[in-house]
Each structure stands twice: as structure tokens, then as C-alpha cells.
């Protein structure tokens, strides 16, 4: 007798959490529960949003070292799409609703402002990975797009910094309002640490002598 095709809670779960900030988003600003700037406050939501989801994209891999859970290793990819579908609204709210797409304002600012530089270097660097995701290219590219999809974490840190600096604060001299960024900025590079060779598979060994039976 054939199994049964397990139900696909986790992946349907995923999606759930990957549409839900927009729906609340989107009933927050029809039911004026957004701040007296809709619009900035918008573009900072889906800016935070895509932090989030990017954090959870790199807590795959380790989580399924430290767990062996192997069921939600093919989540990876729609986390990391979310990821790069929130920075892009918040990207698109930033030029279309804050300066109407006018190239005039836009490019000064984006050569005069660090935040900028660096969001716009972020959001460059998320770019390739999302384009490439598909799997067509993962089989055209080979071992290439594992080398390229490390991209991910100078992403995450550049991110780092253009959250901090759009909230006027400096992680390097510890000033301003830099406690959110510090947190999830010490979180990425924890998962960076976890997902270096020499540590994944002394953890993988470890759980494996823990929990095989005896």
C-alpha cells in the first residue's frame, strides 16, 4: 500500500505568515490605524517586515542542524522570495509615494545619504538571489549559485546598517537609536557563525550521538 501524501501544513503556514504583515498593512490604513505619516510609516513597516523575513530565511540552515529536521529545509526559498517582495514594497513606497518616482530628488538623495547608499547596496546585493532562486537556474549554475546565494549575508549586514542609519543611529560609535538593528544585527551574525563548516558538522555530529538510539 502507497503512503500517503503527508499535508503540507509547514509550507501552507509559511505562505500564511509571508502574506499576513501586507493584509494587516493594508486594514491598518483603511481603518486610520497607522501614525499621523501614513506613508513613511508604511515605508518603515515594510522596511522592518523585510528584516524579519530575512532573518527567518537564515535561521533555515541552522535550524535544521541544530534539529535535523529536514521538512523545512525547501522553505528556505519562499522565506528569502518574501524577503526580497517586502524590501521591494518598501523600496516602491520610498520612490513612488514619497518623491512620485521624481529622478530629480530621488538621485541626489541617494548619493548624499548613507541610509540610502546603503539600502540601495542591499537591495543590489538581494537582487541576483531572488532572480536566480528558480530551478532552472539552480541546475543551470550548479555549484556556482551556492557561492553566489552567500550573498545573502553581506545582505543581511549591509541591511544592518541602512536600518540603523534610516533611524539616525551608529552602530559603530554605539550612538542614537541603533538597539533594534544592534538585536537582529548580533542575530545575523550568529547564524553566520552557525553556518560555518567546522561548527555544522561538530552540531550535526553532537545531535546525531544525543538522539540515535543506543
Not at 79 to 105: C, K, W
Not at 158 to 172: D, E, M, P, R
Request: hydrophobic share 55%.
Amino acid at each position: 500500500m502507497k503512503n500517503k501524501r503527508r499535508f503540507p501544513w509547514l509550507q501552507i503556514a509559511v505562505h500564511i505568515i509571508g502574506w499576513l504583515p501586507l493584509a494587516l498593512l493594508i486594514i491598518y490604513f483603511f481603518t486610520d490605524n497607522l501614525t499621523v505619516n501614513p506613508i513613511q510609516d508604511i515605508e518603515q513597516r515594510l522596511g522592518r517586515i523585510a528584516v524579519y523575513f530575512l532573518v527567518a530565511t537564515l535561521a533555515i540552515t541552522p535550524l535544521y542542524t541544530v534539529t535535523g529536521w529536514r521538512t523545512v529545509l525547501p522553505r528556505r526559498r519562499a522565506l528569502g522570495l518574501y524577503t526580497f517582495f517586502y524590501a521591494s514594497l518598501h523600496i516602491m513606497v520610498f520612490l513612488g509615494l514619497d518623491y512620485a518616482f521624481n529622478l530629480s530628488q530621488i538621485i541626489p538623495l541617494l548619493f548624499g545619504k548613507l541610509y540610502l547608499i546603503a539600502g540601495v547596496l542591499a537591495f543590489s546585493l538581494l537582487l541576483p538571489l531572488a532572480v536566480t532562486s528558480f530551478d532552472y537556474f539552480i541546475r543551470r549554475m550548479g555549484r556556482n549559485w551556492k557561492r553566489l546565494h552567500w550573498l545573502i549575508y553581506p545582505a543581511g549586514l549591509v541591511v544592518i546598517l541602512h536600518y540603523a542609519w534610516s533611524l539616525k543611529g551608529n552602530i559603530f560609535t554605539l550612538q542614537g537609536n541603533i538597539i533594534q538593528p544592534l538585536i537582529w544585527g548580533f542575530v545575523i551574525l550568529v547564524l553566520l557563525i552557525l553556518r560555518l563548516s567546522p561548527l555544522r558538522r561538530w552540531i550535526s555530529s553532537t545531535r546525531r550521538k544525543l538522539f540515535s538510539p543506543h
